[in-house]
């Protein structure tokens, strides 16, 4: 049950990387779009005391514009088979 990012880039078609794939770059440019990961939030599905849950992280989205302001893009975390599911045609990078 690998955990995705799905982003709508405004130039280009949604893309999908895998929670695991970011969280060991830190930060990846898909297009426009640039996608950071940092520590600090825990799943509520690893254990029944969810302050006991592993470490997922954080994502953040964003585009800058030419004078290097930052705007957030809307993103989803989901699960890889809801992809495969829902996007069957959009590869996953891992």
Same mark, same amino acid.
């Given at each position: 049950?690998?955990?995705?990012v %799905?982003?709508? =880039? ?6 999908? %990387? +895998? /929670?695991?794939? /970011? ?7 898909? !297009? !426009? ?24 992280? #954080?994502? #953040?989205?964003? #585009?800058? !514009?030419? !004078? ?5 893009v =809307?993103?989803?975390? +989901? ?8 996007? =069957?045609? &959009? =590869? &996953? /990078?891992?």
């Open positions: 049950m690998a955990r995705v %799905v982003v709508r =880039p405004i130039l280009g078609a949604p893309k999908a %990387v +895998t /929670l695991e794939f /970011l969280r060991a770059k830190g930060l990846l440019v898909l !297009d !426009d779009v640039e996608l950071a990961w940092q520590a600090g939030q825990v799943s509520a599905l690893e254990h029944w005391a969810v302050a006991k849950g592993r470490d997922v992280g #954080t994502v #953040t989205a964003y #585009t800058k !514009d030419p !004078d290097g302001r930052r705007h957030d =809307p993103y989803d975390v +989901t699960f890889a088979f809801v992809v495969h599911a829902f996007h =069957p045609d &959009i =590869p &996953i /990078l891992k």
